[in-house]
């Protein structure tokens, strides 16, 4: 198993607002993520939380209106923070990071064939011409799964289902052969049994070229599948992070607790689906004190009064909520929470006996991944036993 | 390509003879009968008998009809003006170039102004080239185009004297009239060009194109730009007979002699063979305006393309 004590991006303290008429939006509180080369980040949130805000801060893709307002993101020797003009974020957009977005419908230029559109980004960061480019759209076409590339390059999206136009995307930023490769939303607009195909894909490449990758999404299902390291998002912090296993079977943050709680899989048949009650914070106003706190039924006092610090769980495993502060009243996750760290135990110690790095490059699927998808994905049937809910 | 050429063809024939129809059987709908304005309120009931027997107008509805579609495909014949007692098609020759070129001159000057306008403000949306380009034209806009035509010959014709008042005899005659034009169509192209160009800025690929690391420029030019432009096109022959039956007025205030002026004329002339002429060749420009600008949407937009197509190219 490899380690990597060196991240590849290191993003400190992150803080970034949008003025919106006139008021000030608050989008990233204090972020701080680190990155490391070969793995697979999957960052998880609802709507809103900040996290399509923050991979976009990693490009530069972020609306005119929003701004860095203290913190760093180190990148190559570089702090991305201090990027300004299109100039200045050549080397790095499309160059060493490429981006999938969410929806395919869209994300293409709908005037022009998919093979312009491929060897756009072929000629930018591959400087191929003519013939040459031409040749490496067919080979790249090929090697994302689109058969007969001559024929398919002369045709406009519109001719292409959504499966084959993701493809395409995910072509075009293989084409300009990223460093990292920050997928969002890889599957959301796509139906099942085309998601796992394309993640699959996303997959494949990603050991084919090394890439480091970087999941946005809202579906467990798909970060179970693919994750190595996860880090949940809320209200623009980050509240959770650690290795997929840890986070699945061993959650610390009371918003974790209920992210997984709201999980289908998860659930009893016939009873109804665990729906987490109010809303996010309005992120115009400062939030005082845990973020979630108002929507947590075993909230503490302190939760309404001081934001909790990251506390570290384990090297891997870190969570910004009060209930890992020693002081604190033990509080029990839910049951079905509880099961699913029995189930992990073997695992997460497994993990621990290892040293503090189990996210790597060795075959993510046959260990942590498929693990924690089986848990995930785990019919209602056998899910019975151990999830007996309250 | 071709069948989608040939369609449009044929629905446009077909419409412009549904609009031949009606607008033929205008005469029988209308007060007054054309033999009585032709012999005078005065004249007798023989003499009005004669007249209509001479031109016609005791036959059946239907043959009636026929034969004036026949003169005016086979001879081009459009009857005879009954006011100047001269064949239609040789008054409305001479003014049809006429009002083509104030329209023509008046549509390209129009967008000159306004598409580059309307991609600026779009791309500095709020800043204050913005507002002061959608509200100034939009205020103008508002503006009567016969009262713009009032006050702008007032100002630069009777009191500065930079231009002629009326006439049609020197390029200077046309100034004012363009002017009036273009200033009343401004607004709805900026504000289309804007529009089209903010929902291409909007789009999911100019982010991926961003994404790819291409440059502001390029992709301003090769995704927003080309993208935006295919409705910039298509307006570019809608407006052109809006513009048309737009100079009726601002002719007549100008007293330049084109088609919108003899139009008038023969309304209150109540010259029904010049009208019929006229509102035909009106019509059958805005069908041609539209069956080109459904082929230029064809040509510039793929999807529309291979819609009607099926695929070969």
Redesign the interface.
């Known amino acids: 198993m490899k380690k990597h004590t060196e991240p590849l991006l290191s993003v400190r303290d992150l803080n970034f607002k949008f003025t919106l008429r006139g008021q000030v939006l608050h989008a990233l509180r204090d972020i701080s993520l680190d990155v490391y080369p070969g793995e697979s980040l999957a960052i998880v949130g609802e709507s809103g939380s900040g996290k399509s805000v923050f991979v976009k801060c990693l ?1 530069g ?1 972020n609306d005119l209106n929003g701004y860095v307002e203290s913190g760093s993101i180190e990148y190559g020797g570089k702090d991305l923070t201090l990027l300004k003009t ?2 200045d974020w ?1 080397d790095i ?3 060493r990071i ?2 999938v ?3 395919p419908m ?6 022009k ?1 998919i093979g312009w559109q491929i060897e ?2 072929v000629r ?2 591959q400087g191929l011409k003519g013939a040459e480019a031409k040749k490496a759209v067919y080979s790249i076409l090929e090697e994302v799964g689109i058969s007969e590339p001559e024929r398919r390059a002369k045709q ?1 999206p ?2 292409f289902s959504g499966g084959m136009r993701q493809r395409v ?1 995910i072509a ?2 293989m084409a ?1 052969r990223p460093e990292i490769l920050i997928c969002d939303e890889p599957t959301t607009a796509l139906d099942v049994t085309i998601q796992a195909q394309i993640l699959g894909l996303i997959r494949q490449m990603q050991k084919k070229y090394n890439l480091t990758t970087i999941y946005i999404t809202h579906d467990l299902g798909v970060v179970a599948n693919v994750a190595d390291r996860i880090a949940v998002m809320y209200a623009g912090e980050i509240v959770e992070v650690g290795t997929s296993d840890e986070v699945f079977y061993d959650p610390r943050h009371p918003y974790t607790w209920a992210l997984l709680s709201s999980l289908p899989q998860l659930g009893v048949k016939g009873e109804p689906l665990y729906s987490i009650e109010g809303t996010p914070p309005n992120l115009f106003h400062e939030v005082k004190g845990d973020a979630f706190a108002p929507r947590n039924p075993k909230a503490l006092k302190i939760d309404y009064v001081k934001r909790p610090p990251m506390f570290a769980v384990t090297a891997t495993h870190s969570a910004r909520t009060w209930l890992i502060d020693p002081r604190a009243p033990k509080v029990d996750p839910p049951e079905h929470i509880l099961a699913l760290r029995e189930r992990g135990k073997d695992l997460v110690a497994k993990a621990a006996a290892e040293g503090t790095a189990l996210y790597g490059a060795s075959a993510p699927e046959e260990e942590t991944g498929a693990a924690a998808s089986a848990a995930v994905n785990e019919e209602n049937g056998s899910a019975k036993g151990v999830t007996a809910r309250g | 390509m071709k069948d989608y050429v040939i369609k449009k063809l044929l629905l446009g024939v077909a419409l412009i003879f549904c609009v031949s129809f009606l607008v033929f059987s205008m005469i029988y709908m209308m007060p007054g009968d054309p033999a009585s304005i032709m012999a005078g309120q005065l004249s007798s009931r023989e003499n009005l008998e004669a007249i209509r027997h001479e031109y016609g107008f005791d036959r059946p509805f239907l043959v009636q009809y026929f034969d004036w579609i026949r003169k005016i495909l086979f001879e081009r014949d459009f009857g005879i003006s009954y006011k100047y007692r001269l064949p239609v098609w040789g008054l409305i020759k001479t003014r049809i170039p006429i009002s083509l070129k104030l329209t023509v001159a008046t549509l390209i000057i129009e967008n000159l102004v306004a598409v580059p306008l309307g991609l600026i403000c779009a791309y500095k949306k709020d800043s204050l080239i913005d507002r002061l380009a959608v509200g100034t034209s939009l205020v103008l806009t508002a503006v009567p185009s016969f009262w713009l035509a009032a006050i702008l010959m007032l100002v630069f014709a009777v009191n500065l004297k930079l231009v002629p008042v009326a006439g049609f005899e020197s390029w200077r005659n046309y100034i004012l009239p363009i002017v009036t034009g273009v200033v009343s169509g401004l607004a709805s192209t900026i504000r289309l060009t804007k529009s089209e160009a903010m929902d291409a800025l909007r789009e999911k690929y100019v982010i991926t194109a961003y994404a790819k690391g291409l440059t502001k420029r390029g992709v301003l030019v090769k995704h927003v730009l080309r993208n935006s432009l295919i409705i910039i096109a298509v307006n570019l022959f809608l407006q052109l007979p809006w513009l048309i039956s737009g100079y009726i007025i601002i002719e007549n205030v100008f007293g330049i002699p084109g088609m919108g002026n003899l139009m008038v004329n023969s309304i209150v002339e109540q010259d029904f063979n010049v009208i019929q002429a006229i509102i035909l060749i009106i019509t059958t420009l805005t069908v041609v305006c539209n069956i080109l600008s459904d082929i230029v949407l064809g040509i510039l937009d793929p999807r529309i393309r291979i819609a009607v197509t099926g695929g070969d190219r």
């Open positions: 490009m893709l299109d100039s050549k957009r499309g160059s490429a981006m977005l969410q929806d869209t994300s293409l230029n709908p005037l064939t756009e980004a930018l960061h406009y519109h001719e995307v075009i930023a300009c």
